[in-house]
């Protein structure tokens, strides 16, 4: 409850939830381009990934996997 007014509570749940829930789908619909690049802009693709800290893409997703 938000100050002991639950409609109150949900609503600030619902606005969070939402703004959660479109960074969700928009990261994933980058990272889906990003994995089906074909000729050149997967070679390219792969290149930078190789000389990317492999922890670098673990941290990027911090803010979904220990909200």
Do not use: C, I, T
Not at 45 to 66: E, F, G, I, K, T
């Amino acid at each position: 409850e938000e100050n002991g007014d639950p409609a109150e509570a949900f609503r600030n749940y619902q606005r969070l939830r939402q703004n959660r829930a479109s960074r969700v789908q928009r990261r994933s619909l980058r990272l889906g381009r990003y994995y089906h690049f074909k000729g050149l802009a997967r070679v390219v693709r792969n290149a930078l990934l190789m000389r990317r800290d492999p922890d670098a893409l673990l941290a990027s997703l911090d803010w979904l996997y220990r909200a």
